[in-house]
């Protein structure tokens, strides 16, 4: 029992063409059994990133506090023409937006900004050469039901036929990632036919015999096929998660791993053949020898690989138990088929190795590091080093189109999109802020300003779309000075009417007086007297009617201003405060103005109750001739009061109109005028449509629209996220409005969250490979020290070759190696790598018997020209 590999090669010699049989057969009858990998790919594709991420979390809260269904999936449909649009144009976009909201299937909400003039700005480019509707589609963006709705909006543009001169272009986040997944499974046919194809060059220069370097590819093939059919069985079932990502990646490790090991076995064949032994002892030795090392290297990557399903992203989760399924397979198909393979070529002679001179070569390289190990240690240490060193400056790259093909229909929705609008036009983050009370009111909006202005101050934002701003921009009748443009011109009319009323005071005046006289003069004059007193009285009572009329102008000019006088009030340390000061000091002569107009009031009634009383007192002449003179010297005293008052009334009025009217011309188109929205322009039918978009039905919630100015597919994106988080709460520190829950969701915090992930996903990766590494590695060889001097290569190794690639891509090329590059590098050299240490590690054990220095060079000559 203890020669157990022995036993395994000598069965599958005597039994090899059953075992090739039963390996044919499984993997076709797995393959008839099961859909193909692709389909169930197609059909079962789960989300990018976990349904738990913050931005995949604020995307569905949002979308449930407007009474949506949640997702993620965000297009644009950019429309673009090289000279101003035309009614046709305008035609087609109306009949897409209508085929689009049509669709419940897939399309979730149609953001149809162009059609509402307060937000049509936001629609259309300056140019009026391009517009663009946001689209919300269903599935979580990676996921099948994702695809599927963006192939139903570019059907549905291309079913409507553009006019001619008209282009149209589906791009956006969820379009970018549909692209980058398609050119992926485009190009993973042609990767893989390519890498087998190279694989088979390289067998047939080694070997130069196509029997030879045919049986690797048989059992790698045949390992393949069998672990695609488990994977799809499992996939459809839903108990593996799979994706383009996992099958491209299974395929590279499969191939990668199966040929190592097959070439391992035939290697070592031909040595012990080339040393005089048997063919039939010689399979058993090379089997004896390198089963070991292929068992030990198929379980550290497959459990390696298996601890991906820990994984965050979607991307290395799907990869983790499919890659491992594989690897497995290719281990069994290593240790069963690989020698049933071999031992058929042997009985027809067609394995017999080539007369081959690099085990002379190596065995050189073996006797200088035997001799020399410190001056060749330190030297490898330091080449290796000198080129891990661009690791230093390594920047990682999330620009998910720059991974996608120029000629993805996204990436020329993008350049349309620049040629016309401002950076990121089509990529902003949305906000969404949730209250405990209706926002749809002048606090509200006030409120939702305030912060709209705190994030305007966060480096790199160049625009926020808010309720307050429905285009981007506070709207001109939304600002205190223009509200004190619309009362200045009503007091200066109020100030017109009153001119010429107190003309008439004048008038009184005077008839009073001539009235004096006449009762002076009653006995000679009595007619005139009762004349004039009727003159009198009639004025009195037109009078007091202008002056009940001022009265109410007043009144009614003054309450436009009881929400100014809130503000004044709510504002602490007004003095301090530019625009509250300004305010104060309008309303304090208005409050003035109310107080001398009722004073005027109350002179005309006492003037026409004097007056009354004389036409009274004219009745009884003898007998009231000392009333009535009480009641002229009362009226004329009225008179002259109300005249010193209008002296003082009309310079008042005047001047504070003249106030409002500079006050709005100064503080015109300015940052520094404060925000007011009166409650009447909410009920604007034009203004009230914006805020359909931008405020949830029952008021509770409001969408802020950020855009950047820097790279919003990295890391300017993913700063900014949190920064504008961090602003949000600065801006509810006071006011009415403290947020119940603040969600960030679009490009910039998605790539925020993925960096978090990608970091974290890669540690779990190395770490639990290197762990592996050194517990098989230190079992086999029953020697820590070994161990550690395994994972120290895998580790110096890996970085190497990462420093090497910053060097070509980033320095040379100017392009960020893409987020995935470094993770899939240590995947790809603990499934090819780790087993080269492994079998060189064990085949200087097993020959150190003769000492460690001949241990050492004949290692290198018998394993060198395999690796």
């Known amino acids: 029992m203890h020669d157990r590999p022995g036993l395994i090669s000598r069965f599958t010699g005597r039994y090899a063409a059953l075992i090739v049989g039963l390996w044919v057969l499984a993997a076709g009858a797995a393959n008839l059994a099961v859909p193909q990998l692709e389909r169930v790919v197609d059909s079962h594709a789960r989300s990018f990133m976990p349904a738990d991420a913050p931005s995949a979390v604020a995307a569905s809260r949002a979308a449930r506090l407007f009474d949506q269904t949640p997702s993620n999936n965000f297009v644009y449909v950019v429309l673009e023409r090289d000279r101003q649009l035309t009614p046709r144009d305008r035609q087609f976009y109306d009949a897409l937006t209508t085929t689009l909201r049509s669709d419940r299937r897939h399309v979730y909400a149609v953001t149809d900004l162009w059609s509402q003039p307060a937000t049509a700005a936001g629609a259309q480019s300056s140019d009026g050469r391009a517009v663009s509707v946001m689209v919300r589609l269903a599935g979580m963006l990676g996921t099948a039901q994702a695809r599927d709705s963006v192939s139903a909006v570019r059907t549905a543009v291309q079913k409507l036929s553009p006019p001619a001169g008209l282009e149209v272009h589906v791009t956006g986040p969820g379009a970018t990632i549909v692209d980058e997944f398609s050119a992926i499974d485009r190009q993973m046919l042609a990767i893989t036919a390519a890498t087998i194809g190279l694989i088979l060059l390289l067998l047939l220069m080694v070997y130069r015999s196509p029997i030879a370097a045919a049986i ?27 994706s383009l990502f996992s099958v491209a990646l299974m395929a590279a490790m499969t191939l990668g791993a199966g040929t190592d090991y097959a070439v391992f076995l035939v290697g070592r064949y031909h040595e012990a053949r080339r040393g005089g032994i048997a063919p039939t002892q010689a399979l058993t030795q090379a089997y004896r020898s390198i089963a070991p090392v292929v068992i030990g290297s198929g379980l550290t990557v497959s459990v390696a690989l298996a601890c991906l399903v820990f994984a965050q992203v979607g991307s290395f989760r799907s990869a983790g138990l499919p890659c491992a399924i594989g690897i497995l397979a290719t281990m069994v198909a290593a240790l069963t088929l690989t020698p049933a393979l071999m031992s058929l070529a042997i009985r027809r002679g067609y394995l017999e190795p080539r007369p081959s001179t690099t085990a002379r070569r190596w065995r050189r390289v073996g006797t200088a590091v035997a001799r020399w190990p410190g001056p060749i240690l330190t030297t490898a240490a330091g080449l290796t080093l000198l080129i891990a060193l661009p690791l230093a400056g390594m920047r990682i790259g999330f620009n998910e189109p720059a991974a996608t093909p120029s000629s993805a229909d996204s990436n020329r929705g993008y350049l349309s999109a620049d040629r016309h609008f401002a950076a990121n036009a089509l990529l902003p983050d949305v906000i969404a802020i949730q209250a405990d009370h209706d926002l749809r009111n002048p606090a509200g909006l006030i409120a939702i300003e305030r912060i709209t202005r705190q994030i305007m101050t966060v480096p790199g934002v160049r625009a926020v779309q808010s309720a307050s701003r429905p285009d981007g921009k506070v709207p001109e009748q939304a600002t205190v000075s223009y509200q004190a443009g619309v009362l200045g011109r009503q007091f200066d009319e109020t100030v017109d009417s009153l001119t010429q009323r107190l003309k008439r005071v004048s008038q009184l005046d005077a008839a009073l007086a001539q009235t004096q006289l006449a009762v002076d003069g009653l006995g000679n004059g009595l007619r005139g007297g009762s004349a004039g007193l009727a003159d009198v009285s009639g004025a009195a009572e037109d009078m007091r009617a202008g002056m009940d009329g001022l009265q ?4 009614t000019v003054s309450s436009y201003l009881d929400p100014l006088r809130d503000f004044v009030g709510r504002t602490p340390d007004c003095a301090s405060n530019l625009i509250c000061s300004t305010v104060d000091r309008v309303l304090q002569p208005v409050d003035s103005l109310v107080q001398t107009s009722s004073r005027v009031e109350a002179g005309t009634a006492k003037l026409t109750s004097g007056s009354n009383m004389a036409a009274t007192a004219m009745a009884g002449l003898p007998q009231s001739v000392a009333s009535m003179k009480d009641a002229l010297a009362q009226a004329r005293s009225a008179t002259h009061e109300l005249l010193s008052l209008s002296d003082t009334l009309g310079p008042q009025m005047r001047q504070l109109t003249d106030y409002l009217s500079e006050m709005a011309t100064q503080f015109q188109g300015s940052a520094a005028a404060d925000f007011y929205m009166p409650q009447r322009a909410l009920t604007d039918p034009r203004y009230a449509a914006a805020l359909g978009h931008l405020i949830s039905e029952n008021g509770r919630a409001a969408y802020l629209l950020v855009y950047g100015d820097g790279s919003e597919w990295g890391g300017d994106g993913a700063k900014r996220a949190d920064l504008v988080r ?23 915090p998605v790539t925020a969250d993925l960096q978090r992930f990608v970091a974290g996903d890669t540690k779990l990766l190395v770490g639990a490979a290197l762990v592996l590494i050194f517990l098989i590695v230190t079992a086999m060889l029953r020697s820590p020290v070994a161990g550690l001097v395994v994972v120290g290569t895998v580790v110096t190794s890996y970085a190497s070759a990462v420093g090497a690639s910053v060097l070509i891509w980033q320095h040379l090329l100017h392009h960020d190696l893409h987020w995935a590059v470094a993770p899939i590098a240590f995947i790809a050299l603990i499934a090819v790598g780790a087993d080269y240490n492994l079998l060189l590690a064990l085949r200087i054990k097993q020959e150190a018997s003769a000492g460690l220095k001949t241990g050492i060079i004949r290692a290198f000559g018998g394993t060198g020209g395999v690796a």
């Open 216 to 242: 690797p590819l048989i059992s790698v093939g045949l390992a393949l096929a069998l672990a695609r059919a488990v994977v799809a069985a499992l996939g459809q079932s839903n108990v593996v998660e799979v």
């Open 552 to 555: 109410r102008n007043v009144t």
């Open 726 to 748: 961090t602003a949000i709460k600065e801006a509810t520190k006071e006011g009415t409005l403290t947020p119940v829950e603040v969600d960030l969701a679009g490009v910039g």
